[in-house]
């Protein structure tokens, strides 16, 4: 009886403690990759494209991630920078590129499915960037 009920306790404490590993696991199952979205330790897009060439739809979907994640991430890095610092350097813009350029280097593919139906391919995708990392490209150059 004992067991038994250890079992059940330690079954209920790691379902209550990890409720993100519930969410992974529902994302590895699901058909498409749309239902990933940013939180509070990464930024995430996910989108879903069809097109009659798995090559363009795949290349489509990728492009609308990389928009949406630096939508994101300019908001995040310019919240991180004061009016001042703006005024005070002249090179800002391009530290601001650069910081863009690095950011989407270090981004990753998390998800991708693809599915086919009456010569149209559906593809979806969501890139992620782990928001800490996005701290330190900035903190390079502040």
């Given at each position: 009886m004992r067991k038994v009920l250890l079992a059940i306790m330690l079954c209920f404490a790691?379902?209550?403690q990890s409720c993100a590993f519930f969410e992974s696991v529902v994302a590895i199952f699901s058909k498409n990759?749309?239902?990933n979205v940013s939180d509070k330790?990464?930024?995430r897009a996910s989108v879903e494209v069809s097109s009659s060439s798995l090559q363009m739809s795949q290349d489509k979907a990728y492009s609308e991630?990389?928009?949406i994640i630096l939508e994101q991430i300019d908001a995040y890095i310019v919240d991180s920078f004061s009016y001042k610092d703006f005024l005070r350097d002249d090179k800002f813009e391009?530290?601001?590129d650069k910081m863009r350029d690095k950011v989407l280097e270090s981004s990753e593919i998390s998800c991708s499915r693809v599915s086919q139906k009456s010569g149209v391919y559906k593809y979806s995708t969501t890139l992620q960037i782990n928001k800490s990392t996005?701290?330190?490209i900035i903190s390079?150059?502040?």
């Open positions: 790691l379902a209550f990759c749309t239902k330790y990464v930024f991630a990389r928009r391009e530290k601001i996005v701290d330190n390079e150059y502040k």
